[in-house]
């Protein structure tokens, strides 16, 4: 049997060193992640040059490979079998705190990376109606 790909971290660093990083949004004026159709790979040339006009990831979303517990948000799961991302629940948590006036999205906007994105494998459409409000913050 063919082994699954590894989900996807939606919202990472693009840090040199990071493997499997792509570009895969854009922040608009208005805060929000616009995403693209097709991801970009990143290479030095583009961290290098991103990296000239303050942090990327205040600009740009990035996603990469999820390594799960080397990561800090990740929570394992009993026995230290399985295990699920814990940042999902605290933005879906913090926006319903903090913008209970917010709108939820029409629909799933576009996004070229659902299929293996943790956050969707865990909380489906409910990730995806705060997943344009997130930038990795450093
Ligand atoms: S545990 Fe969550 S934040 Fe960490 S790499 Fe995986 S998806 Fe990203």
């Known amino acids: ?5 590894a989900p996807l971290c939606p919202s990472t660093t693009a840090a040199p060193g990071v493997e499997g990083v792509h570009l895969t949004g854009v922040v608009g004026s208005d805060g929000r992640v616009a995403n693209l159709l097709t991801p970009l790979p990143v290479d030095d040339a583009f961290l290098a040059e991103a990296n000239r006009h303050g942090t990327p990831e205040r600009r740009f979303r ?4 999820c390594v799960e517990g080397r990561c800090e948000n990740w929570q394992a799961g009993q026995g ?4 699920q991302c814990g940042l999902i629940g605290r933005i879906r948590t913090h926006v319903a705190a903090h913008a209970p006036a917010e709108p939820p999205p029409a629909g799933l906007q576009p996004c070229a990376i659902r299929a293996r994105c943790r956050w969707w494998q865990q909380d489906a459409a409910a990730a995806c109606a705060v997943c344009t409000l997130v930038t990795y913050n450093p």
């Open 1 to 5: 049997m063919a082994r699954q790909p």
């Open 62 to 65: 990035f996603s990469a490979p």
């Open 80 to 83: 230290g079998e399985g295990g």
